[in-house]
């Protein structure tokens, strides 16, 4: 095989397929990129038998063919090339990649012995505009749990139902749901838990004017976006009832600027420990919030910041690091937080087109 392709195009389609490779398997082949030149394209897939990746873009092709280079190295070679055309051709055995003045030979791998790209036919299909879906997810995808023992909580529930999108995400801790009209992006009933890091790693892709198509066959998730593939396993089981964890009323409500109430509660953090609270005093009266740490033999911090507070005088204490991921995807100026009774979740609520709502459980004194 033989194309040539310029070395920016070609940096960014290996930064996205590398996501594809794996690390653990003990067959060399799933460490590799398999190149396919083929028309006046070239496509690269990568798979470590859960995800699948497959990036097609334009090339110059001399000689068309496949094989299967050494995925990491090949990319930290490309992306130490100067902006310029690479050239790559070769054999059964090995590659030959150049570019302006350097030159470089590798061994390579059958294309033969690469997994075949999985065939999906998708029973139903929704489509978001980019920016959308990737804001979305980020605002929910750090919620996500980081124990594998419980795989359904490792997802994010995504669901379309009376013409809205909602992604909702829970570590049994914390909650984070978003939801914003849209009604025209596919079928009313569509519902499935999809890895958090998987949706992650597709709201980092490149901005683009073009939908991200989220497809579901039977036990799999088929992602699309531009001349992007992506094929994953879908979470199986049944993602806690959420909806029952609400609150359908408080005592007490009281709206900030996002700004000025995520800097009192990191300046306050500074004195906490990781296992320590932060405690919010909310009084009516003066119509302020004390933020306040307490960590023994070092010391303590307050901060008082101006709200706008309805209902009753509380404190209720918080881990200041889920408080800080809560503020932090709060997109508007104000936000505004809700409690029953201090041993009751907090909920930090803002509302808009995209809507956003963050459930805290509380922590008592240590």
């Known amino acids: 095989m033989k194309f040539s392709i310029n070395q920016g195009e070609l940096s960014n389609a290996l930064s996205i397929v590398l996501k594809g490779i794996s690390n653990r398997s003990t067959l060399p082949v799933l460490s590799g990129i398999l190149l396919t030149a083929e028309g006046d394209r070239l496509v690269l897939q990568t798979t470590d038998l859960e995800l699948s990746i497959k990036y097609s873009c334009a090339a110059l092709i001399e000689e068309p063919g496949s094989t299967v280079v050494p995925g990491k190295l090949f990319a930290d070679i490309v992306r130490s090339f100067p902006d310029a055309a690479v050239h790559f051709s070769g054999d059964d055995d090995q590659a030959h990649i150049t570019c302006d003045t350097a030159s470089f030979s590798l061994k390579v791998l059958s294309a033969q012995d690469f997994p075949a790209f999985p065939e999906v036919t998708p029973d139903q299909r929704i489509e978001v505009p980019f920016a959308l879906f990737s804001s979305m997810v980020r605002r929910v995808a750090r919620v996500v749990s980081k124990d594998e023992s419980r795989a359904i909580l490792t997802g994010v529930l995504i669901t ?207």
């Open 160 to 366: 379309r139902e009376e013409g809205k999108l909602r992604m909702v995400a829970t570590d049994s801790f914390r909650l984070a749901i978003t939801e914003t009209e849209l009604p025209d992006c596919g079928p009313e009933d569509f519902q499935a838990v999809i890895a958090g890091a998987f949706l992650s790693e597709i709201a980092t892709l490149p901005k683009t004017e073009s939908p991200v198509s989220i497809a579901l066959a039977e036990n799999q998730i088929v992602v699309t976006c531009d001349d992007t593939v992506f094929i994953n396993r879908r979470i199986e089981g049944n993602f806690p009832n959420y909806k029952q964890l609400l609150p359908d009323s408080c005592t007490t409500r009281a709206t900030f600027t996002v700004e000025k109430l995520l800097a009192g509660v990191k300046r306050v953090s500074l004195l906490g420990s990781a296992t320590s609270a932060i405690r919010l005093n909310l009084n009516n009266a003066t119509q302020t919030m004390q933020i306040s740490s307490i960590q023994q033999d070092v010391g303590s911090a307050q901060e008082t910041v101006n709200g706008l507070i309805e209902g009753e005088d509380i404190e209720i204490g918080f881990n200041y690091h889920y408080v800080t991921d809560g503020l932090s995807a709060v997109r508007g100026d104000s936000v505004t937080v809700e409690v029953l009774n201090p041993l009751k979740p907090g909920i930090f609520r803002e509302e808009g087109e995209e809507s956003y709502l963050y459930l805290l459980m509380p922590v008592r004194d240590q």
